[in-house]
């Protein structure tokens, strides 16, 4: 039998070239044993003409259009889940690329070994000169199935951000496990790839990882400009409290305990980000007086203080690590003097 892959693609202010390219990446896909649906959900209304769009089919793949009003990434992947006919689902965010022979890596690995997830490898590039230096990203140097107890240690790596595997891109998904999980949570707009990641991944009965390339994350140059927002700590505590939640509602308690440890690390991964994109950020509007005085209060909220008690050094890189020991004991000038190096090393 044929299968059909829903690749659902949010787009919010892409232009119309970028997304083509993204299609572009659909196209070149190679396989006898499938065929694709793209289903590119507009959040919000496009600033281009969209009549185009249909004639980027293919002999293998239909392609499909709608527009929602503006709710966020996960509002749009969750129109695409409602409207995909596939029994198979991946995720393409708009300004990025799907590599060469992706789906058919993934999909014959998911039909052969019987699994609900596929996960490949990835790089990340800048922009879309795939030719410059890239980082690719392997969870693991070979091909490996996980079910029972292993797939609860695959679920503990996604809540371990420097594991690099809590994304909702670079999977294949069986549609009736996306089902199950109900999507994205609207509510989130930090966190809400690896909530969603997460999810699915403790749902499903056997995860495979296949040891190729899948996924390219193109990132923009522009993305490492640190703009301050004011409202980051706010949203970045609301995933983690959603990944909470989650967790707490797990069985069997054994399992369930070794979560929330995990969540220790994700807290405290997201809490270094904080230090420098939002504390120690050069656009804040603070003098020195407030900005102590939001060190100390962010330092203090529930989700970091716990974790930060325990915390006794390791399992992050030595950068991590000083930084961490900082806050844990409210080292205000040396938490500052890692950020500024950050900063520098950004070219902010």
Request: hydrophobic fraction near 40%; proline fraction near 3%; aromatic fraction near 10%.
């Amino acid at each position: 039998m044929t299968e059909l892959v829903s690749i659902i693609i949010p787009v919010y202010q892409t232009p119309i070239q970028t997304l083509h390219d993204c299609v572009k990446s659909l196209q070149q896909q190679r396989g006898d044993d499938f065929r694709m649906e793209a289903v590119i959900v507009f959040d919000g209304k496009p600033a281009f003409d969209t009549t185009s769009i249909p004639t980027w089919a293919t002999a293998s793949m239909n392609v499909h259009t709608e527009t929602i009003e503006h709710a966020g990434v996960s509002a749009a992947r969750n129109a695409g889940l409602r409207s995909a006919s596939g029994q198979w689902a991946m995720f393409v965010d708009s300004d990025d690329a799907l590599a060469e022979d992706a789906v058919e890596n993934l999909l014959e690995f998911a039909m052969q070994r019987q699994c609900d997830i596929v996960m490949g490898a990835y790089r990340s590039v800048l922009g879309a000169n795939v030719d410059a230096d890239a980082e690719t990203h392997h969870y693991l140097n070979e091909n490996k199935v996980f079910e029972g107890l292993e797939c609860d240690k695959f679920c503990e790596d996604m809540l371990r951000p420097q594991r690099g595997i809590a994304l909702a891109w670079g999977k294949l998904y069986r549609m009736s496990v996306l089902r199950s999980v109900q999507g994205f949570n609207e509510s989130l707009s930090l966190g809400e790839d690896a909530e969603f990641a997460f999810r699915a991944c403790a749902a499903a009965q056997r995860i495979g990882y296949v040891n190729a390339m899948a996924y390219e994350y193109r990132r923009n140059a522009q993305s490492a400009v640190r703009t301050f927002r004011a409202d980051y700590v706010r949203r970045t505590v609301k995933g983690i409290e959603a990944l909470q939640d989650t967790v707490r509602q797990m069985e069997p308690a054994d399992t369930r305990e070794a979560y929330m440890q995990c969540l220790d690390d994700y807290a405290l991964f997201h809490l270094t980000i904080i230090m420098v994109n939002y504390l120690f950020n050069p656009q804040v509007p603070w003098n020195r007086k407030e900005r102590e005085t939001r060190y100390r209060q962010t330092l203090n909220l529930p989700v970091f203080q716990e974790p930060l008690r325990r915390y006794r050094g390791g399992r992050f890189p030595i950068t991590r690590r000083v930084a961490l020991l900082s806050m844990k004991w409210h080292l205000y000038d040396i938490s500052a003097a890692i950020a500024w190096v950050r900063h520098r090393q950004f070219g902010d």
